[in-house]
Each structure stands twice: as C-alpha cells, then as structure tokens.
C-alpha cells in the first residue's frame, strides 16, 4: 500500500494503480490515473455522512480550480469564511 498526500488529505492509502521507482532524487511514486484517482477521492468525499474536514473542503475547492474568492461567491459567504473553514477539523456548509 501506498500512503498518497500529495493531495492534502491524510488518510488516503492506493492498493493499487502506482509504481514505486528510484529517481536520481531518490524513491518516487508514479501514479497511473491522478485525475481518475481525484474524481474518485471528491465523489467519495461528497457521499460521505460526516461533514468535510477543512483539508476535505480545500481538495474539494482546488480540485475545481476555485480561488477563495470565488467559492465565496458560489456559496455566498465571505473569503474569510471560505479560509477559516478550510483550517477546521469538521465543517457545515448550507
């Protein structure tokens, strides 16, 4: 098993679908389908029943290519909200 954060997310553990290999930098990790394994973090993230963590909420945001601002204005809160709830360990958002 790999333990993938690249993502910003902690428990996030890939059976399979990677290749470990040495780099002149050292270990590496290849990972076959990073959009693939993405969508299938975000579609689980959004079917799970309890809230988002802020590190949840900030994949959700960058997976979508949003700046703070304008996941403000999608869900018709402040910037400062957007950023304070990212640095939470559960969030509601309504």
Not at 25 to 43: F, K
Not at 76 to 91: L, S
Request: charged share 20%; net charge negative; aromatic share 8%.
């Amino acid at each position: 098993m790999y333990h993938y954060t690249s993502c910003g997310l902690d428990n996030i553990h890939l059976k399979n679908g990677y290749t470990l290999e040495e780099t002149s930098y050292g270990p590496g990790v290849s990972i076959e389908d990073l959009e693939g394994l993405h969508l299938a973090i975000a579609v689980d993230l959004l079917r799970q029943k309890a809230p988002l963590t802020g590190a949840q909420f900030r994949f959700l945001r960058k997976e979508q290519d949003l700046t703070h601002a304008q996941m403000a204005a999608i869900l018709g809160v402040t910037e400062q909200a957007v950023a304070a709830w990212e640095k939470q360990r559960g969030i509601h958002v309504q």
